[in-house]
C-alpha cells in the first residue's frame, strides 16, 4: 500500500509525540513528590521548560523521519536509518520510566549514554540520505547532551 507524503508526515509527527506523551505519565506523578526533594545541579531549568522543549523537539524528529522515509523505504539505506531511528527513540521512551518511575537515576544515565551514541548514528545515517534531516536532530543531540548532563549530575548529588 502506497502512502501518500501528507499521511507519512502525520504518521511520523504523531508517532513521535506519542513516543513523548509516554513518559508523562511517569513524570507528572514524580515531579510534585520525588523530584522536587533532589540536590539538582545549578544548571538545572525550571520544570515548565521541558513540555515545549520536548514537544518541539518530537515535531523536528517526526519532520527528520520523513524526510528519510519519503526517499523510498525500500532502500536498504533507508531502512537502516529508520532501524537507528527507532532504536534511539525506544531508548528515549524507556529514559522516563527509568528515572521518574523507577527512581534508578544511575540506570538512567547509562540509558541516556546509549541514546546519545544511538541519536548520533541515527545523524550519520541520515546525512547519507538527506542532510536536512540531519540538521533537524541537531537541537536534539543538544538537548539530549545537556539532559545527560542533568542526570549525571542528579545521580551524583544524591
Known sequence: MKLSNPLKAAICIIGCEAAGM???????????????????????????????VWTTLYALMG????????????????K?????????????????????GLKNTGAAYAIIVAMWFAIICTMIKFYKINRTATYLLIPYILWVSFAAYLNLSIWLLN
Open 22 to 52: 509516554v513518559g508523562t505519565f511517569f513524570t507528572i506523578a514524580a515531579i510534585s513528590t520525588w523530584y522536587v526533594t533532589l540536590t539538582k545541579p545549578a544548571l538545572n531549568p525550571p520544570n515548565w521548560i521541558f513540555g515545549p
Open 63 to 78: 519532520i527528520a523521519a520523513f524526510l528519510i522515509w519519503k526517499k523510498g523505504i525500500e532502500k536498504k539505506e533507508v
Open 80 to 100: 537502516s536509518a529508520l532501524g537507528i531511528f527507532g532504536l534511539q527513540l525506544i531508548l528515549n521512551m524507556i529514559w522516563t520510566p527509568i528515572f521518574f
